[in-house]
């Protein structure tokens, strides 16, 4: 079975146009760090609250923008200080 991309490919005729790559370094402290516990941060959602992050180059399809309003969802940005 032809796969979706395969399809969109071979009906299109679509060729690589960019290729994308990056190195990352991950930097951590010298001792274990496990949020699982708690020792490491305040909780930031009440019981039973859900956090979702949507990352969008530029502006939201229109239509995203109606299904998230229809279910409640609206942007809103936040920051703990560490101190």
């Known amino acids: 079975m032809q796969s979706e991309l395969e ?9 690589p146009a960019v290729y994308l790559s990056y190195e990352r370094m991950a930097y ?11 020792s490491f941060g305040i909780p930031l959602l009440e019981q039973g609250e859900k956090l979702m992050e949507i990352k969008i180059p530029e502006t939201m399809p229109l239509w995203l923008a109606h299904a998230l309003s229809e279910c409640g969802i609206f942007p809103i ?7």
């Open 7 to 15: 399809y969109a490919i071979e009906k299109y005729g679509l060729k």
């Open 28 to 38: 951590f402290g010298k001792e274990q760090l496990d949020l699982r516990e708690g």
């Open 77 to 83: 940005s936040f920051s703990i200080d560490a101190a």
